[in-house]
């Protein structure tokens, strides 16, 4: 049997992340990101008003009519943290979300894919403190929210 491509364990971005077990090669299929398929407005409900940190992380949108709720049913693919220079992607394969990796990736290195959340139009402070970023990236843009677009990223 084969050793699984990560492992969960503390991590100095967020509470848990993947590290990579062994080394794992530039465009290596790593996992699917799994959970309860449900609605964007059962996902609006059962989160509406939660005062955890980042309350959707573990929300990810398959369509526009389908979103994956990693909190029920999901697997270690919810423990990988977002990055402002990840060093994997998440893509959409027939409904379904996988985790591909963007370059060679060193046993023991934490795996990342920017997460770029959806702005919701309240970009406000509170909202930018809700998401913050803590990937230490030399690109840190400061939050997990996708680029806005009146919004520069910081130069390399």
């Given at each position: 049997m084969?050793?699984?491509?990560?492992?969960?364990?503390?991590?100095s971005?967020?509470g848990?992340?993947?590290?990579?077990?062994?080394?794992i090669r530039?465009?290596?299929?790593?996992?699917?990101?799994?959970?309860?398929?449900?609605?964007?407005?059962e996902?609006d409900?059962r989160?509406a008003g939660?005062?955890?940190e980042h309350?959707?992380?573990l929300l990810?949108?398959a369509?526009?009519?389908t979103?994956?709720d990693?909190?029920v049913?999901g697997?270690?693919?919810?423990f990988i943290?977002?990055s402002?220079?990840?060093?994997?992607?998440?893509?959409?394969e027939?409904?379904r979300i996988?985790?591909y990796?963007?370059?060679?990736?060193?046993?023991g290195e934490?795996?990342?894919?920017d997460?770029?959340l959806?702005?919701?139009?309240r970009?406000?402070a509170?909202?930018e403190k809700r998401?913050?970023c803590?990937?230490?990236?030399?690109t840190?843009?400061g939050?997990m929210l996708?680029?806005?677009k009146d919004r520069?990223?910081?130069?390399?």
């Amino acid at each position: 049997m084969r050793q699984p491509l990560f492992e969960v364990r503390s991590s100095s971005i967020h509470g848990l992340g993947g590290f990579a077990a062994r080394r794992i090669r530039k465009g290596t299929r790593i996992i699917e990101y799994i959970g309860e398929r449900i609605t964007s407005e059962e996902a609006d409900r059962r989160y509406a008003g939660d005062p955890s940190e980042h309350p959707h992380v573990l929300l990810f949108v398959a369509d526009k009519r389908t979103v994956i709720d990693a909190a029920v049913g999901g697997n270690e693919a919810r423990f990988i943290n977002h990055s402002c220079e990840p060093n994997c992607k998440a893509f959409t394969e027939k409904k379904r979300i996988f985790i591909y990796a963007l370059r060679t990736i060193e046993e023991g290195e934490e795996l990342t894919y920017d997460y770029n959340l959806t702005r919701d139009g309240r970009d406000d402070a509170e909202t930018e403190k809700r998401y913050a970023c803590h990937c230490g990236a030399r690109t840190c843009r400061g939050t997990m929210l996708a680029p806005g677009k009146d919004r520069r990223q910081k130069k390399k």
